[in-house]
């Protein structure tokens, strides 16, 4: 692993590509710490320390934990990656939806350059509203529930003002994907997963002596063997997979022979990744969201759709707010999959090369196995992600913050840090490899 390591820095392109990725996560990590112009910085973390195991952190469980803290704290990258993650997410999905982002995926490289521009125009968007409700719920009193100096976080409650911090977090979001961009192409690994993996990663230490101090060195020890379990099923599900062998028949053109030659189609047990897990916890946040602007803070008895609410969709421990996460996270697996996996492409794709499944006539025969086979691996890796999404939701009282989802050693955290390191180590190992040296994964 080390030798490996020297490996990589002693190749200078390779080099240059982490330094630079190094780089902008480090100018990501102090955006995340920098207060919007108008934000009382003390105020905030004085908040923040108050309400410490109150309802926010089950409120704003994964946003908070996407941008590293930086949503609650007000700062320049409050908004973070949410905004282009969302984007992508509605994108790809309108693309089953829409013939003209159906045919632009086809196209290539110029329709993917389109794709692409349509998801950051999106992002901007949702940017600007997303740091509108933040900056309204800031405004009116109801972004930390529970702190009683809430009034004094912003120091101007005026329009003009609170337009300004909206135009600065917008712009911080557009320079956050812009970080993302970057990285994935002139850096190493997919950005936006660096930037979300180093946003959770920067919270552990903190959130690690936060339990030591308040449990003391027993309870901590059981929280250190409980996430090194999390890590070892994680990674031991995330490189599960189910090989379908497919030959390709021998085919002679002029004078030369193609094909002939075997290989398998990787199925992952866990096809849907993070993205189920992206779906539930954003449908889940928003009918607490839509509360809190509906809300008024003169009349502060509730509707009765607002206790309902209140009851059963913000308590993260609460078993009515598990099921339902359970059951979200299950059917956005499927529905994930189903829109990312066509079993009638793939078939079609492999009859074009000559290519069949062993028992299996080419065409609609193989379509159907392909379907029959994602259908009985999507089950149990459903059931995972749900698993691992829920279980710290059991053992609320264990963490310091009162909420095992914000956790960083949660199971959606350990989920997002183990994929995005797994991959970005797959991706130095194949440059490793091209440059015939030993890699990490031997």
């Not at 994930?336 to 079993?343: D, E, S």
């Amino acid at each position: 692993m080390l030798s490996a390591f020297v490996s990589a820095f002693r190749t200078p392109d390779l080099r240059r590509k982490i330094l630079f990725t190094l780089g902008l996560i480090a100018l990501y990590r102090l955006g995340a710490a920098l207060p919007s112009p108008g934000v009382d910085y003390q105020a905030v973390q004085d908040c923040i320390k108050e309400v410490s195991g109150g309802e926010s952190g089950g409120i704003y469980q994964l946003i908070n934990l996407f941008s590293g803290g930086a949503l609650l704290q007000l700062s320049v990258f409050a908004i973070g990656i949410m905004p282009y993650i969302t984007a992508s997410i509605i994108i790809q999905l309108l693309t089953v939806v829409i013939p003209r982002f159906e045919e632009l995926r086809k196209e290539g490289q110029s329709g993917q350059t389109k794709m692409t521009q349509y998801t950051r125009y999106l992002s901007i968007a949702l940017a600007i509203l997303q740091a509108t409700g933040l900056v309204a719920l800031a405004s009116r009193g109801q972004l930390l529930q529970g702190c009683k100096n809430q009034d004094k976080i912003l120091a101007d409650n005026g329009i003009f003002a609170m337009i300004i911090i909206v135009l600065v977090m917008t712009a911080g979001a557009a320079l956050v994907m812009w970080f993302g961009e970057q990285i994935t192409e002139r850096g190493v690994g997919n950005g936006m997963s660096l930037l979300i993996f180093a946003g959770i990663a920067a919270r552990i230490p903190t959130e690690g002596k936060s339990i030591l101090d308040s449990r003391g060195g027993i309870v901590f020890g059981l929280v250190c063997v409980a996430a090194f379990a999390i890590i070892v099923a994680v990674v031991f599900v995330e490189q599960g997979q189910r090989r379908i062998p497919v030959q390709y028949a021998k085919r002679v053109v002029g004078r030369k022979m193609y094909g002939g030659s075997s290989t398998y189609l990787p199925l992952k047990v866990n096809q849907a990744g993070v993205i189920p897990v992206i779906f539930a916890s954003s449908l889940l946040y928003l009918p607490n969201l839509i509360s809190q602007l509906t809300s008024s803070r003169t009349n502060p008895d509730q509707s009765w759709w607002q206790e309902i609410i209140s009851k059963y969709l913000v308590n993260p421990g609460n078993p009515v707010y598990i099921a339902i996460y359970f059951g979200m996270i299950v059917f956005f697996t499927y529905f994930y999959v189903a829109i990312t996996f066509n079993p009638e492409e793939r078939a079609d794709e492999m009859k074009k090369f000559g290519g069949f499944i062993p028992g299996y006539r080419p065409g609609k025969p193989t379509a159907d196995y392909l379907n029959y086979v994602l259908s009985r691996i999507t089950l149990p890796g459903s059931i995972y992600l749900g698993l691992v999404a829920v279980l710290p939701n059991l053992f609320l009282d264990i963490g310091a913050s009162g909420g095992g989802q914000n956790l960083p050693f949660g199971g959606t955290a350990v989920l997002i840090m183990v994929s995005v390191g797994l991959d970005t180590v797959k991706q130095i190992e194949s440059q490793l490899m091209n440059r015939n040296y030993e890699g990490f994964l031997k």
